[in-house]
């Protein structure tokens, strides 16, 4: 009977084992797929039309996009993905001169345009899921560095495909480049919201030093900068707020007004000494709500 027991159990076990690993597979390497799936759809799909007139004209431009969250999922931008909008080789065959990779590290469950807090977070999750490094799975600077790596791994990897652009010296051989070459494309880091500096404005420095360029005041959220437009106090500019634009202008990084309160961009406006962007937005004339301009 001891025997047969001893037996029972270890099948049990065995059991259990090959029910928790198949439950870990799926959480690591089908669930971020389908979170992606979920979180970034892409509400219509390719074939996409266009007149000959209108491919003649998109071939002649040079288009830049100021906003795509495309670190922020588990796949390789190397390889040609069957979900979300952005990867090299869709960047190249879309006539993509130009393409800023904006670093998100916080958004609130439940979330809206309309009021926000920060209370809660959905990236921790997906950090784990996607096996992050732990560093990142609770430090948004973390989350910041993680990320940046990413694109300085995917230009390293690309075999000159795809350029990183840092400097206005940068720009410059890329545009000259491109004359040459038109099957390259080129990028740059920006951050969705100060709250990525953990309240320590020398995080600027960090991040500038890790490429990023370009940082958007505020997010889905208020922080210790400013206030949100999708925030619950939606205030201005803090002194700290004013503090991190002269900073950032001093490195000549770009200061983002997209998801600012309109009380931030008032403020911003009367103390910039440098142009201002609102990297991602609409106009209130087409659609009135709290996120357009």
Same mark, same amino acid.
């Given at each position: 009977?001891?025997?047969?027991?001893?037996?029972?159990?270890?099948?049990?076990?065995?059991?259990?084992?090959?029910?928790?690993?198949?439950?870990?597979?799926?959480?690591?390497?089908?669930?971020?797929?389908?979170?992606?799936?979920?979180?970034?759809?892409?509400?219509?799909?390719?074939?996409?039309?266009?007149?000959?007139? @209108?491919?003649? +004209?998109?071939?002649? #431009?040079?288009?830049? =996009? !100021?906003?795509? %969250?495309?670190?922020?999922?588990?796949?390789? *931008?190397?390889?040609?993905?069957?979900?979300?909008?952005?990867?090299?080789?869709?960047?190249?065959?879309?006539?993509?001169?130009?393409?800023?990779?904006?670093?998100?590290?916080?958004?609130?469950?439940?979330?809206?345009?309309?009021?926000?807090?920060?209370?809660?977070?959905?990236?921790?999750?997906?950090?784990?899921?996607?096996?992050?490094?732990?560093?990142?799975?609770?430090?948004?600077?973390?989350?910041?560095?993680?990320?940046?790596?990413?694109?300085?791994d995917l230009a390293a990897r690309s075999d000159?495909?795809?350029?990183?652009?840092?400097?206005?010296?940068?720009?410059?051989?890329?545009l000259e480049r491109r004359q040459r070459e038109?099957?390259?494309?080129?990028?740059?880091?920006?951050?969705?919201? @100060?709250?990525? +500096?953990?309240?320590? #404005?020398?995080?600027? =420095? !960090?991040?500038? %030093?890790?490429?990023?360029?370009?940082?958007? *005041?505020?997010?889905?959220?208020?922080?210790?900068?400013?206030?949100?437009?999708?925030?619950?106090?939606?205030?201005?500019?803090?002194?700290?707020?004013?503090?991190?634009?002269m900073r950032m202008q001093a490195r000549h990084?770009?200061?983002?007004?997209?998801?600012?309160?309109?009380?931030?961009?008032?403020?911003?406006?009367?103390?910039?000494?440098?142009?201002?962007?609102?990297?991602?937005?609409?106009?209130?004339?087409?659609?009135?709500?709290?996120?357009?301009?």
């Amino acid at each position: 009977m001891k025997l047969k027991s001893k037996s029972l159990w270890r099948r049990l076990l065995l059991v259990i084992a090959i029910i928790l690993l198949l439950g870990l597979a799926i959480v690591f390497f089908i669930l971020p797929a389908q979170l992606e799936k979920r979180y970034n759809p892409v509400l219509i799909q390719p074939p996409y039309q266009a007149s000959d007139r @209108a491919r003649e +004209l998109h071939r002649r #431009l040079f288009v830049a =996009d !100021l906003h795509a %969250d495309s670190l922020l999922w588990s796949r390789d *931008l190397a390889e040609r993905g069957t979900r979300g909008h952005v990867d090299l080789p869709r960047l190249i065959e879309g006539n993509v001169g130009l393409q800023a990779f904006t670093i998100v590290t916080k958004t609130p469950r439940g979330l809206n345009i309309e009021s926000n807090s920060d209370r809660t977070d959905n990236i921790t999750l997906l950090a784990i899921v996607e096996r992050w490094p732990m560093r990142a799975w609770g430090s948004l600077k973390e989350r910041v560095l993680y990320q940046t790596g990413k694109l300085h791994d995917l230009a390293a990897r690309s075999d000159g495909r795809f350029v990183l652009i840092k400097t206005s010296a940068d720009l410059s051989s890329y545009l000259e480049r491109r004359q040459r070459e038109p099957g390259i494309s080129a990028g740059f880091l920006g951050i969705e919201g @100060a709250h990525a +500096l953990e309240g320590d #404005l020398g995080n600027i =420095d !960090l991040f500038f %030093d890790n490429g990023v360029r370009m940082m958007a *005041l505020t997010h889905f959220f208020d922080n210790d900068i400013g206030g949100s437009a999708h925030g619950l106090q939606k205030g201005g500019l803090t002194e700290k707020g004013k503090e991190m634009i002269m900073r950032m202008q001093a490195r000549h990084m770009i200061v983002d007004l997209a998801h600012a309160s309109p009380k931030v961009i008032e403020d911003a406006l009367a103390i910039s000494t440098a142009p201002l962007v609102a990297s991602h937005t609409g106009v209130k004339g087409t659609c009135n709500n709290t996120r357009n301009l």
